[in-house]
């Protein structure tokens, strides 16, 4: 059967189309699943065995919106910004994620899209990056929400252009409000182009959305949160959303940005297939209570919650690890299908779900080992151990 990089033994392995019980899975040489099946039948040898034979083995958590934590944001344009954020999240199973930019100076955003560039040509260390998202600066007035109301623009296909320029190739992901002037021409070029169209921040009626859904976008940015409301006879864009299967909802479980009720209702209407957990965390996860900033906004934490200083929520102090705690315990979720929410789910929305998001043979080495509370113990890439709680 032959040598292994990591051989790991697992009470329960989540792959998470599955759940099986003391289960071997193996990562070989170039970083890639090459055995998982009963302890029985495995064979091989390991460089490094790890014993979790009652613990919990997933694939690696998927964050596909956060803009910061522990102190950095990535629209600070700076490669060290986003080194903290990927070694942060790293220690809460996160094995890949998109950095989002938010609504700035445009100038801002071009540096940043820069530096993030560079942060992926270079590698850094923890997370991996699988690539970029600009929320913004493409949005609706009325519900910019803590996106910085001076610096929302119309889209453009040459300021489109422009951008992706600066990307080199790795904008994987635009968030715009789809009703706006010029954003259905926007939706149709960048579908062609191959990059992933979500609609947020955003007053669309139904109709609006509905033409948006046609032109290709196909996710909706943290739904509820800064989208028209609905009403039985004005179901605007949740409506759409919440009735179109070829359509993926993104959603933050935390402890404020919605009622429970209406996280199940989400869950419902789309089930468990088409929701993604993020985070949609700030710079200020990981830190005390304090102020700090999003952008070139000022914002303010006060027991946990991020807002600006006239109480508009802005993201959040949330970890993935965490959105799945109380994905399990508030909601009527099996811990498979909350990790399918925060590792397949994503990966399909991306498009990267052939290569990440699952525990099957040929697939990246991207693993977490949890407890049976559901805390984070080890976070392994590509069949190396990238962090490891200590006991």
């Known amino acids: 059967m032959g040598n292994y990089k990591l051989v790991i033994k697992a009470g329960k392995v989540i792959t998470p189309f599955h759940v099986y019980h003391d289960y071997v899975v193996a990562v070989d040489n170039e970083g890639k699943i090459g055995f998982i099946g009963p302890k029985s039948e495995f064979t091989g040898s390991g460089d490094l065995f790890i014993d979790a034979s009652d613990k919990i083995l997933a694939p690696g958590f998927i964050d596909i919106h956060i803009h910061g934590a522990n102190g950095a944001d990535v629209i600070e344009g700076k490669i060290e910004s986003v080194e903290r954020v990927a070694s942060f999240i790293v220690k809460h199973g996160v094995t890949g994620f998109y950095p989002t930019t938010v609504t700035s100076p445009l100038e801002m955003i071009k540096r ?8 992926i040509r270079r590698g ?34 040459d300021l489109i252009k422009e951008l992706l320029e600066l990307g080199e190739g790795y904008i994987k992901r635009v968030t715009l409000a789809p009703e706006i002037d010029g ?18 921040h955003t007053n669309a009626t139904y109709d609006e959305a509905i033409r948006a ?36 909802a993104e959603i ?19 089930g468990t297939d088409k929701v993604a957990l993020i985070t949609d965390s700030i710079m200020a996860t990981g830190l005390p209570d304090g102020e700090y900033m999003l952008g070139a906004q000022k914002i303010i934490i006060k027991n946990g919650v991020s807002r600006l200083p006239d109480g508009t929520l802005a ?3 949330l970890t993935m690890d965490r959105a799945i705690r109380n994905t399990v315990r508030h909601l009527n979720v099996s811990l498979q299908d909350a990790i399918k929410m925060a590792t397949y789910v994503p990966a399909k929305i991306m498009g990267i779900d052939s290569r990440y ?27 190396e151990v990238i962090y490891s709680h200590n006991k």
């Open 112 to 119: 940043s899209i820069k530096s993030l560039v560079e942060a």
């Open 124 to 157: 850094v260390k923890g997370a991996r990056i699988l690539g970029i998202h600009t929320e913004g600066p493409f949005f609706s007035l009325e519900k910019a929400g803590a996106q910085d109301r001076r610096y929302l623009l119309k889209p453009s296909i």
């Open 183 to 200: 954003a259905l021409d926007a939706i149709r070029f960048l579908k062609n182009e191959g990059i992933v169209v979500a609609m947020g």
């Open 213 to 248: 859904i046609e032109a290709g976008a196909t996710v909706a940015n943290h739904i509820y949160n800064q989208m028209r409301n609905f009403h039985h006879r004005d179901p605007g864009i949740l409506g759409a959303v919440l009735t179109r299967d070829d359509v993926y």
């Open 252 to 270: 933050i479980i935390d402890e404020v940005h919605h009622h429970y009720a209406a996280r199940e209702i989400v869950i419902r209407c789309k």
């Open 315 to 317: 993201g959040s102090t």
């Open 357 to 383: 998001g699952s525990i099957k043979i040929g697939k990246q080495g991207d693993l977490v080992i949890l407890d049976n509370n559901m805390n984070v113990l080890k976070t392994i890439i590509n069949g």
